[in-house]
DNA sequence: ATGGTTGCAGCGCAA
């Protein structure tokens, strides 16, 4: 069995303490991290590689930053999604143990009709026509991260106060769709089929952890040949909860490898 | 509630 956890950090510098203990309660064998916010020279490699991990970077000053731990080594990596122009450090790619496997951290896209929400649509266009390429390959690919899109509206705490706002428009909601129609599996899901208040992203604002006032935004897609290895699913909800956590929850998959 | 909180960097911006 192997375990694939997709987490958005929200700065890995801050986090370090937290990521380090749970790598040692959880064992991953593949982490995707999402907003490490630091350039790859300031990047915590050490503490990290103390506990038997592998590490491949595309970081940034301030804002985004993405990144692969593994305890198997990490092979072909590419940073950035291939034939998209972007100064932004949103996507790594790499083939680990026969698995391919991106950390995708999606533009948050601020408002619906923005600049940065038409950047963000331009990026889920790019991510789409490299995931039909990456189909073609047929094999085991999970691309995980943080998509910053509710599928639906059962994965939205409160649909109507969110109805057509950004992370629940219907133009991301389609991008996103459109991804998992040329035949990922949203391991999740598939795992939960109607489970409701099944969320990876709280808001630090106004008790939203608290209220359990959450959006499902944080998603593992898998090919047909993941998906046929696909074990079970989770939230790893308790890391939400303790003293400076991440505004994100931990989604962890386990593959019958 | 055009609020609220967090992180980075150097106090406004992004989420």
Not at 81 to 95: K, S
Not at 184 to 195: G, V, W
Request: charged share 25%.
């Amino acid at each position: 069995m192997i375990k694939i956890a997709t987490w958005n950090i929200n700065s890995i510098r801050v986090r370090l303490p937290l990521l380090l203990t749970w790598l040692k309660e959880t064992q991953p064998d593949i982490v995707l991290l999402q907003e490490t916010k630091t350039t790859d020279d300031q990047f915590p490699k050490e503490d990290i590689e103390n506990l038997n991990y592998n590490i491949a970077l595309n970081g940034q000053k301030t804002y985004n930053g993405v990144a692969l731990l593994s305890k198997y080594p990490i092979e072909d990596i590419t940073s950035g999604i291939p034939g998209f122009e972007d100064e932004q450090a949103r996507y790594i790619e790499a083939v680990i143990k026969g698995l391919r496997v991106a950390s995708i951290y999606v533009p948050n896209g601020s408002e619906v009709g923005s600049d940065k929400y038409a950047y963000k649509l331009r990026f889920l266009q790019a991510l789409y026509a490299h995931t039909k390429t990456l189909l073609t390959y047929d094999e085991a690919l999970i691309l995980g991260g943080d998509y910053n899109i509710a599928p639906t509206d059962l994965d939205v705490y409160d649909p109507q106060e969110w109805h057509e706002k950004i992370l629940c428009s219907t133009p991301e909601r389609e991008g996103l769709r459109s991804l998992l129609h040329l035949g990922l599996t949203d391991s999740l899901r598939e795992t939960h089929r109607d489970e409701k208040d099944l969320y990876t992203w709280w808001d630090y604002r106004a008790g939203a952890w608290q209220n359990n006032f959450g959006l499902r935004i944080d998603h593992l897609l898998l090919s047909p040949q993941a998906a046929d290895l696909l074990k079970n699913t989770s939230v790893d909800k308790p890391i939400r909860s303790v003293e400076k956590a991440s505004d994100h929850a931990p989604v962890v998959c386990e593959l019958d490898i």
